[in-house]
């Protein structure tokens, strides 16, 4: 077992909301694989979304947990060849606030990371990636059959981060030295990994990756919309939304029906 340097402890709170303390853990992962839990956990916190809506309030939980849960795992696998334990049931959702907006943190009871065996650091990025990548398919189910936002928009509030991560965090001047195993990890999760671990029998880093439109100052536009605009009152979207202006005022998907 490796040990994590206190730096690193601190880069991760820093950078992608992973804790190995809290005060109040709200919830374990695991809990939120439980249909009529998340149902219920979706109507306790939906007012920290400013809406009435489960609808919107599962498609802004997952963009929140897309980045918590995958992207701390990612960034261990490909800068520091460490394998992260994301053990649904010792880790938990702590509340947390940044100005208006809730961005709850992840808490793990301890951090247990294993160096990647060199001599098979493919193999160990293939399990590691599959591991990873079947829980949130697990979550995306679950949260499509409680909320019904459709998968595809699921899969693209988590394909998103993964984007963002090696196109721009990890493009970074202190990531400098490592850009070739940057790119080398980045085209085997949207190129390399197997569709057989996606209950649609497709590689969902793929599908948003191909087709992407690009705005002259880089910003990647979304095929899906993630109903940010139905989280606030002035019905505002985020920078990478596809929808149009009137679209933004219509009313959103099962706005009218009691959740």
Known sequence: MTQL?????????????????????SVTLDQLLDEEFLRKYLQDIKHEFHTESIFVAGSQLMK???FNIVLPSLYLMTVHDMKLDMTFDRTGIVPNRVGDKWLPNLHMDGFSVEKFDEANREEERRILTENLFAKMDQLVNVF????????????????????????????????TD???HVEEDYQYLIRGMSADIFSDDCNQLTNFYWGRRIKDDGTRVRRTCCFYYGANSDRKCCKTCPKSKEDLFKPLPFETVKN
């Open 64 to 66: 929140r947990l897309g």
């Open 5 to 25: 340097l206190k730096s690193e402890k601190i880069y991760l709170k820093d950078n992608f909301r992973l804790v190995d303390y809290a005060d109040n853990v």
């Open 144 to 175: 499509n059959k409680v909320s019904r936002v459709p998968k595809p928009n699921l899969w693209e509030n988590i394909s998103i981060y993964v984007y963002w991560l090696y196109e721009k965090k990890l493009k970074e001047e202190r990531f």
């Open 178 to 180: 490592i850009a070739e």
